[in-house]
């Protein structure tokens, strides 16, 4: 059975940091990331990374966020700094296996205060 599950999230002031993780269990996972979806609005990409090849970021997060993955614990993990108010939302920790099958995690929520 296929388990993400995350932690890291939390309430932080603007221009902060936050780590979040997401220890992934249950297979082997090709591309793993982070989603998020504020209030309001639709789910959306913050940033992938497969276990070889290209990272990819949002545009509004780039230069600030920092995805990372450990493949021997099935772990990715997602370094912010310099949190914005329009950060906060619900993260979700994603993964494909090599299947193109999708898993997510429950989420976690970082408020990110002005």
């Known amino acids: 059975q296929v388990q993400l599950v995350e932690s890291g999230g ?6 902060g940091s936050l780590r979040l993780s997401c220890v992934a269990s249950g297979s082997m996972f090709s591309m793993m990331g982070w989603y998020r979806q504020a209030p309001g609005k639709q789910r959306e990409l ?8 290209n990272i990819n970021y949002a545009d509004s997060v780039k230069g600030r966020f920092t995805i990372s993955r450990d493949n021997a614990m099935n772990t990715v993990y997602l370094q912010m700094n310099s949190l914005k108010p329009e950060d906060t939302a619900v993260y979700y920790c994603y993964a494909q296996t090599r299947t193109l099958v999708n898993y997510w995690g429950k989420g976690t929520l970082v408020t990110v205060s002005s």
């Open 10 to 15: 939390g309430l932080v002031q603007a221009g």
């Open 46 to 53: 913050v940033a992938r990374i497969p276990s070889g090849g």
